[in-house]
T-cell receptor
Framework: EAQVTQNPRYLITVTGKKLTVTCSQNMNHEYMSWYRQDPGLGLRQIYYSMNVEVTDKGDVPEGYKVSRKEKRNFPLILESPSPNQTSLYFC????????????FGQGTRLTVV | AQKITQTQPGMFVQEKEAVTLDCTYDTSDPSYGLFWYKQPSSGEMIFLIYQGSYDQQNATEGRYSLNFQKARKSANLVISASQLGDSAMYFCAMREPYYGNNRLAFGKGNQVVVIP
């Protein structure tokens, strides 16, 4: 089954404690990205990757890191989480192109206290 | 500047009735793609329908249709014969041909509650 898998689904952590949210896709997509969703703001892109070893900033990259060592995996790293990073996070993958459907992971609800 | 505008307040819809969700967009590029996604209370993002800027016909997918008015930069979603399972948040999104970034720019969403 074609899917994007994120882990964990839920995470509560403390300020400053490094964490990683994993994302894996099985569709051989070149393009992967991370979004955060906040009430009243819709989804905003954090980082994206065109292919292996190619990553770049989206609209709200501050406080986040990513890596793309393999095509299928695109982890999101919060080196020193802060409460303003409490949000719902989505990983998405797609083929390149204007008309390609983006497949989303199940979402990770992160709370930083 | 906001690329996608969804301004309707939360909507209550009677089961079996049709509902229209408004979406306007802003782009100067002649080539772009428009998408609608559904987010039920469980949280996942579900792709509903796609419309390309050069498509002559309005897109349809089952009970979903897209009322595409290019000159007005409008891409409204129409859900016919609403069902209880249609209760969700609905997001309009646009993809423009930025070099290297396949980004979807999302609106803030429309909340729909279907009542029996």
């Amino acid at each position: 089954e074609a899917q994007v898998t994120q882990n964990p689904r839920y995470l509560i952590t403390v300020t400053g404690k490094k964490l990683t949210v994993t994302c894996s896709q099985n569709m051989n997509h070149e393009y992967m990205s991370w979004y955060r969703q906040d009430p009243g703001l819709g989804l905003r892109q954090i980082y994206y990757s065109m292919n292996v070893e190619v990553t770049d900033k989206g609209d709200v990259p501050e406080g986040y890191k990513v890596s793309r060592k393999e095509k299928r995996n695109f982890p999101l790293i919060l080196e020193s989480p802060s409460p303003n990073q409490t949000s719902l996070y989505f990983c998405a993958s797609s083929l390149q192109g204007l008309d390609t459907e983006a497949f989303f992971g199940q979402g990770t609800r992160l709370t930083v206290v | 500047a906001q690329k996608i505008t969804q301004t309707q307040p939360g909507m209550f819809v009677q089961e079996k009735e049709a509902v229209t969700l408004d979406c306007t967009y802003d782009t100067s590029d002649p080539s772009y793609g428009l998408f609608w996604y559904k987010q039920p209370s469980s949280g996942e993002m579900i792709f509903l329908i796609y419309q390309g800027s050069y498509d002559q016909q309005n897109a349809t997918e089952g009970r979903y249709s897209l009322n595409f008015q290019k000159a007005r930069k409008s891409a409204n979603l129409v859900i016919s014969a609403s069902q209880l399972g249609d209760s969700a948040m609905y997001f309009c999104a646009m993809r423009e041909p930025y070099y290297g970034n396949n980004r979807l720019a999302f609106g803030k969403g429309n909340q729909v509650v279907v009542i029996p």
